[in-house]
């Protein structure tokens, strides 16, 4: 299993979210997307209500195509990845889309999560600079106990990257062009003639190719026929690229990847991830506060449980209703508050008039009165309906 965070994330969401569960874009005509968990339109809103500059966070889950991953393992690996990146926080503090791409001949588990903590409103950043750090060791662990394929397996590594216009005509010249030149180093590479890239750049000088750019991790080639340019992308093209590097690296990977030291490195792994968690939860309590009187969070539970085992027409609870309590509750604030916040001098203004509503709606509070929200997961017809008892705790009702 692979994992990528993309560096996008400002913006309302739309595309982002148009582009993981459209089912019209070619070639998944086929193998369409599917949602997983999570209300896309439901969760759109969240992300356009914020006025910050980051909105939100996205990202993929990838495997190899001999990794199979049954349902049942993708709801163990959302639940487990939601531990880690909502440490210490609860059901409806937060809010994830997940959704299953197949197309491309592999497993796919796309996510795209508002970067708003649900009852504060304040920003929330479920992978933060340097996220690697932590979500590796979580990848680790799965890739180790499930034993799929490792992206940092020297003979899974890239030496070369397809451009983007790959599925065009010409694209596909070009990427014949890069392959015959990527094996042609390769060759010099495995012979011991090339230690770094420098000696890559020289070796395609000396070809009569005019290397006219060197970034961190890519050179760009003219063609000497009709100066076209031609960029390559992967591992050797790379500026850190030296072979030595490459040698100790498949050496290590042999060490460990002997079976006797498996269960070792599993639970070096457990270790950390917990240590991990442990901070994050930490971090998140700190900032928003610790979870809902007890009494509150039975009460929602419980019901959740009874949706749970439903059935509402072709559509199945596929969140717990905490979740959706949060996030909905979220939404009518944003809606009951009339006007947007502005930056001027009616900002102390929209402060008072946010605060207002968040002791009004679904913040948990004892001045909760008779509100109702549609949940999105329902069917039309059924609609959540949160009410104050006698003794002064909210409690949660379905009506039809």
């Known amino acids: ?31 369409p997307p599917e949602v997983l968990r999570g209300d896309p339109e439901a969760v759109q809103r969240v992300i356009g209500s914020t006025y910050r500059v980051w909105k939100f966070t996205s990202g993929v889950l990838s495997w190899a195509p001999q ?25 409806d503090q937060y809010s994830i889309l997940w959704v299953r791409h197949s197309h491309a001949g592999h497993h796919e588990m796309h996510f795209i999560i508002p970067r708003t903590e649900l009852r504060s409103d304040k920003a929330m950043n479920p992978c933060p600079p340097n996220w ?18 490792k992206p940092d397996e020297l ?3 890239r030496l070369l990257q397809p451009g983007k216009d790959i599925h065009s005509p010409k694209g596909k010249q070009l990427h014949n062009f890069r392959k015959t030149v990527t094996d042609f180093l390769a060759q010099g590479i495995a012979d011991g003639l090339h230690k770094d890239r420098a000696d890559l750049v020289k070796a395609l000088e000396e070809e009569g190719l005019s290397v006219v750019r060197q970034g961190k991790k890519y050179i760009t080639l003219e063609l000497p026929e009709d100066k076209t340019r031609v960029r390559l992308k992967g591992g050797i093209y790379e500026s850190s690229w030296r072979a030595k590097r490459q040698t100790e690296r498949a050496n290590e990977l042999a060490v460990a990847g002997s079976r006797a030291d498996r269960q070792q490195r599993i639970e070096r ?22 979870p809902h009187p007890e009494a509150q969070e039975k009460a929602v539970r419980d ?37 947007p916040r502005r930056a001027d001098k009616n900002q102390r203004a929209g402060r008072e008039s946010e605060k207002e509503h968040k002791q009004i709606y679904g913040m948990g509070d004892q001045g909760i009165s008779d509100r109702r929200a549609a949940v999105s997961d329902f069917p039309k017809g059924i609609n959540l309906k949160i009410a104050q008892t006698n003794s002064g705790q909210p409690a949660v009702l379905l009506q039809r």
Request: charged content about 35%.
């Open 132 to 149: 690697h750090k932590q979500y590796d060791v979580w990848r680790d662990l799965w890739n180790e106990r499930m034993e799929w394929a």
């Open 303 to 339: 019901f959740g449980k009874l949706l749970e085992t439903k059935h509402f027409g072709e559509h199945r609870i596929r969140a717990a209703v905490t979740h959706n309590v949060g996030l909905h509750n979220r939404i009518l604030r944003l809606e009951n508050q009339g006007q």
């Open 269 to 290: 792994l457990e270790r950390e991830l917990a240590e991990i968690c442990r901070k994050r939860a930490e971090f998140h309590h700190s900032r928003y506060g610790r």
């Open 67 to 91: 990794d199979k991953v049954s349902p049942q393992l993708e709801k163990e690996v959302m639940d487990d990845f939601e531990k880690v990146a909502f440490a210490g926080l609860e059901p």
């Open 155 to 157: 003979k899974r590594s």
């Open 1 to 31: 299993m692979y994992m990528k965070v993309f560096a996008h994330g400002r913006g309302n969401g739309a595309k982002a979210i148009d582009y993981v569960i459209d089912p019209r874009r070619k070639g998944r005509e086929e193998s």
